[in-house]
């Protein structure tokens, strides 16, 4: 008896926001933005709880970008921008699953940014949680769900051995035409008619400003962060 309550537990606690109760935000010792260029903005509710970008912490390791919050964060360089047609993609490595929170957490690509680190930004982001899960989320500037209450299973999101154990994601959002699509480990997990990605509550346009997206309390590694056109 006692295993399998041990076992359920367990299973309850790799369903993101299920389990454990929510973890709060923490400060990260030496956060802020180190990476030249580079520029965020956490979300509202963090900063409604009085956390800061200073709490999250971006830096260059070679060409890599490592990630640890703090408080959920978009991160961009204005730099980079894409517009008609494109593929944003990245590989996140996150080198021990839940290391610093109590169930998964995701992070991701974003697109169609616009008046970002304002309270009018608009971004549509595709992250994926390291239990095989993904969520297809934006912020309008009001967030915005086109994927299930709380993402959904797919068996193209690679899963850790366990907790502590690594995992790595390949994601990619693309703009094709009329559609916008979020593709993991090389599968097509999302697509969406852009009709139900911009409009009011939703993106300005999807041309715009890209980056990437981590939620609270999670560390990983980005790297190959690319823009390519068709």
Not at 10 to 37: E, N
Not at 137 to 143: D, H, I, L, T, V
Request: glycine share 16%; net charge positive.
């Amino acid at each position: 008896m006692r295993r399998t309550t041990v076992v359920a537990l367990a299973a309850v606690l790799l369903i993101p926001g299920l389990g454990a109760a929510q973890d709060a935000s923490r400060a990260v010792a030496g956060g802020g933005i180190t990476a030249a260029g580079w520029a965020g903005k956490i979300d509202a509710n963090e900063a409604g709880a009085g956390r800061t970008l200073n709490d999250s912490k971006l830096a260059m390791e070679g060409s890599a970008l490592h990630v640890i919050t703090g408080p959920a964060v978009n991160y961009w360089n204005p730099s980079n921008k894409a517009a008609g047609d494109y593929t944003v993609k990245a590989t996140f490595k996150e080198a021990q699953f839940m290391g610093l929170n109590n169930h998964p957490h995701p992070y991701g690509i974003f697109i169609g940014g616009n008046d970002l680190g304002t309270d009018n930004q608009s971004l549509l982001y595709c992250a994926a949680y390291g239990n095989g899960v993904f969520i297809v989320r934006g912020f309008g500037p009001a967030p915005f769900r086109l994927n299930g209450g709380r993402g959904e299973p797919n068996e193209a999101v690679n899963k850790a051995a366990g907790v502590g154990q690594p995992v790595t994601q390949e994601i990619a959002v693309s703009v094709r035409g009329d559609k916008v699509e979020c593709a993991i480990n090389g599968k097509v997990v999302g697509s969406y008619a852009k009709a139900d990605v911009v409009g009011e509550g939703k993106l300005k346009s999807t041309d715009g400003t890209w980056g990437i997206r981590f939620a609270h309390n999670t560390e990983g590694v980005v790297s190959g962060l690319t823009m390519t056109k068709p």
